[in-house]
């Protein structure tokens, strides 16, 4: 059974930093590209970040030189590293693996607000 579990969201004031992790299970981590998304109240959920099987990443432009994404196919997990946080970035963060997996995980709530 495919799940997605991500973790490490909770409230931090503007300028602070977090950590999401996501572990997969159902799937052969090491051989998949994954992503991060994120989805504001009343918006559409958004691509902010991919990585591929090697470890390359690509971050979307809001979000460049503030996080960063990585992985360790050790542990089977991957990291969102948030830097200099804003309060637009405020949002339910999830991840999947590239292609989509039809199920998504229940995600994590990051709030930037002081």
């Known amino acids: 059974q495919v799940q997605l579990v991500e973790s490490g969201g909770g409230l931090v004031q503007p300028g602070g930093s977090l950590t999401l992790s996501c572990v997969p299970s159902?799937?052969?981590?090491?051989?998949?590209?994954m992503a991060w998304y994120r989805q504001a109240p009343a918006n559409q959920r958004e691509l902010v970040a991919t990585i591929s099987s090697g470890g390359s990443p690509n971050h979307a432009d809001f979000v460049k030189g503030r996080f960063t994404i990585s992985r360790d196919n050790a542990k089977n997990t991957m990291y969102l590293q948030m830097n200099s946080l804003e309060p637009e970035d405020t949002a339910v963060y999830y991840c999947?693996?590239?292609?989509?997996?039809?199920?998504w995980g229940k995600g994590t709530l990051v709030t930037v607000s002081s």
């Open positions: 999947n693996r590239l292609p989509n997996l039809q199920a």
């Open positions: 159902g799937i052969t981590f090491r051989f998949n590209a």
